[in-house]
Nanobody, 110 residues
């Protein structure tokens, strides 16, 4: 599986961004797609996941602010990020079937 992420950028605190990640190759079925992030000097951490049927799980730090969704027909997962905080600054990676995307930088700063 190859994963291609896009949509990162720089925003001010309170702003919004939407990340996308498209999967190519042997996608299979009933798979889970997820987002993780890694801030400078910190370990990579789980952000959110979504099953093929749409069930979601969120890290406590993003609950109520981030929304994960997917389009199965396009093998694409999205991460809508609202009310962004400086502590959300990180490289965001999509994950599926033991494969990682290339990462996309999100910077929240005034």
């Amino acid at each position: 599986v190859q994963l291609q992420a896009s949509g990162g950028g720089s925003v001010q605190p309170g702003g919004s961004l939407r990340l996308s990640c498209a999967a190519f190759g042997s996608i299979g079925s009933n798979n889970i797609m997820a987002w993780h992030r890694q801030a400078p000097g910190k370990q990579r951490e789980f952000v959110a996941s979504v099953t093929a049927s749409g069930s979601t799980v969120y890290a406590d730090s993003v609950k109520g602010r981030f929304t994960i969704s997917r389009e199965n027909a396009k093998n694409t997962v999205y991460l809508e990020m609202n009310s962004l905080k400086p502590e959300d600054t990180a490289v965001y990676y999509c994950y599926m079937r033991s494969s990682w995307g290339q990462g996309t930088q999100v910077t929240v700063s005034s």
